[in-house]
């Protein structure tokens, strides 16, 4: 399917609405779309339940593998985004560490500054890729329904991700829309998720 001629953030498409671009490990690029809040956000849930162990989930830029592995291995969370419907599109997901950090950048709701620790920002699946944070940049998206107090805006909280933490099993990492940082923790914790799907470029 090819995707829609896209260039500014923000714009309602394909069941949601253009958040960016990502290169996968096949080689291809896909258009980012979120889902609307209303029905594409959840309040805050377990990533996984306690004592859950299981293979996969672990790709940082392919959230659909990682959806897909944790619905098989019991999350309900999981479970949830791959049985949506929303405006008639029934691909949806939970995405990936660098996908989200691409929705942040992108999508950012608030003007605080950005968490600039470490390799913060840095992300070679975006398209361009992207180098660490400064405090002043990303800055605050430009799409006004996605801003501090908009429609569709997320949340000044924390996000998980569909990435499982390699060494720490029963931990998942999480994506911050206030500062931007990304961290693991507990997959029991209970933070907020919104959906995804992505549309390649033919």
């Not at 944790?70 to 309900?76: D, F, K, Q, V, Y």
């Not at 996605?146 to 998980?160: C, N």
Request: aromatic share 14%; with cysteine; net charge negative.
């Amino acid at each position: 399917m090819n995707a829609p001629d896209t260039t500014i953030i923000g714009t309602p498409t394909s069941g949601g609405y253009y958040a960016g671009r990502i290169r996968l490990d096949d080689g291809n690029v896909y258009v980012l779309i979120v889902a609307p809040k209303a029905e594409g956000e959840h309040e805050p849930t377990i990533w996984m339940p306690v004592g859950v162990n299981f293979d996969g989930a672990t790709s940082y830029n392919d959230g659909m593998a990682n959806t897909v592995a944790m619905a098989e291995a019991g999350s309900e969370l999981a479970m949830w985004a791959r049985a949506a419907n929303i405006n008639g599109e029934t691909d949806w997901y939970l995405p990936s560490q660098d996908e989200l950090e691409i929705i942040y950048r992108n999508l950012k709701p608030t003007a605080n500054l950005n968490y600039c620790w470490m390799r913060s920002g840095l992300n070679l699946s975006a398209v361009e890729p992207t180098c660490p944070h400064t405090p002043n940049f990303p800055l605050q998206t430009q799409a006004e329904l996605f801003q501090d107090g908009g429609a569709e805006a997320f949340e000044p909280s924390w996000y998980w991700t569909s990435t499982r933490h390699i060494a720490y099993s029963e931990s998942a990492f999480y994506q911050s829309f206030s500062g931007g940082n990304q961290y693991y923790y507990y997959a029991s914790y209970k933070l907020r998720a919104r959906l995804v799907r992505r549309l390649i470029i033919e």
